[in-house]
Structures are given as C-alpha cells and as structure tokens.
C-alpha cells in the first residue's frame, strides 16, 4: 500500500511538472522539449501528455501542447482567488479611474507573486505581468507591501531564496531589503521605482483579512516619468483600506 501511494504521488508529481513547463512557454511545447525542460524521459512526458490530453488539462496543436480549458476552468473555482478577486473588482475599476494606471492584484506563494487579477490601462506600459503569472515577490512594490505585513519567518524564506537581480535598480541586499520592508510598515505604502523593470514605477498597499493578516497586495503601475507617486500613493492606500474593510466585515 505504502509503495502504491508513493507511486501514485509520484505520477502526480512528473504530471505537474508537465503542466508547469508547458504554462511558460506562451506558443506551446513539444514533447522533446517537455522532456528536456522536467527532465522526464521522452517516452514518459509523451504518456504523461496524452493522459493530461484526455483529460482536459492540455490541449495539442499538432506537435506541440498547450494548457487545456479544463485547468482554466478549475482555476476559476479556487475558493481564494474568486472570492478576493471579486471583493477587489469594484476597488480595481475606481483605483484606475482615479490614477488612469494599470491595477495589479496578487498574493504571496513562497517567494514569488501570483497575480490574481490585471486591469490594464492603454497609458500604462506593457509589462509580462498577466493574471495566474508569478513574479518575484523582492523585486516588485506589490511583493514587498505584502511581505512587509508578513511575519518574519516568510520574508526569511524569501531571503534565503536569493535576492535575485531583476534590474540595475533591484535590492540585493538582505540588509537594505529589511530597511526598505521598516519603511513600508511605517508609512503603509510600497514603491518600486525601476527595481522590477527598467522604466516602470509602482506603488502598492497591503490588503488585511478578518484576522488582521495580511493576504493580498493591490497595486497601480506606469512609466516612471508620468506617474505622480503621491496621488497614486494615496489613492492605492485608499482602495486597500476600503478592501480590507469589506474582508474583515461582518
């Protein structure tokens, strides 16, 4: 029983891994490229790959696999996801109202990002950020709001997990990361001026559940040269508040 089980998670294991490296390639992989990329054997990711085909959960378009309806449609029934990306929506919609920039709404999951909801605005830059996608949670005003709301045990994980640079403006510095996680607790706000792409400015609030913890980050993001940090300090400060307040309401 005991080697049936490990067997089981096992095959999950390699079946996940599929799905993760055909999730980063935006034109689909092929099979030799599965295989290279999970570091399965190619006559395995070609079966993992056919059952994952037939049950939904990839799609294939001639030689090469892509994510399947079936996993966006599971996507949509996570419980954490719908219910605070519905509780966002109206809060989203007025903060690029009000700032005219793009709106980011994302979670922490171990050390990266995952953005639950995008709202683009025609001004803003284009940025690779996209709902479902991660990004390094050190390297983004979104992240480091989140983590500085966090306990001390999370942002030690994510410090472990290497400061990565992401541009000549990201912080590196385990001690100059902990400085800049004291000033956003003080001040309740996050910026990220060029640390996560060259040319983009964001600034970000932290969003707080029904116990006073933090689960979520809102942001507004643009060119570095048009955004007034200011009011969009205070207007994303204002839509947090207004969110966590419906969160930790009755």
Known sequence: MHGERSAELGSIARAVRVLDAVGAAELGMGVSEIARQTGIS???AQRIAVELVENGLLERDGTRYRLG???FELGQRVPRRRDLRDAAAPFMHDLRE???HSVHLAVLDGTSVVYLDVLRSPSAPPLPTRAGGRWPAHGTGIGKAILAFSSAD??????????RRLSERTITNPGLFAAELARIRERGVSYDLEESRAGVACVASPVVGSDDQVVAGISVSGWHNRINLDH???AVRTAALGLSRQLSGP
Not at 154 to 163: H, I, M, N, W
């Open 42 to 44: 190619k006559s395995s």
């Open 69 to 71: 309806l079936h996993l």
């Open 154 to 163: 999370v942002v030690d994980r994510v410090v472990a997990g290497g400061l």
């Open 98 to 100: 009000a700032t005219g």
């Open 232 to 234: 969009s300090a205070a």
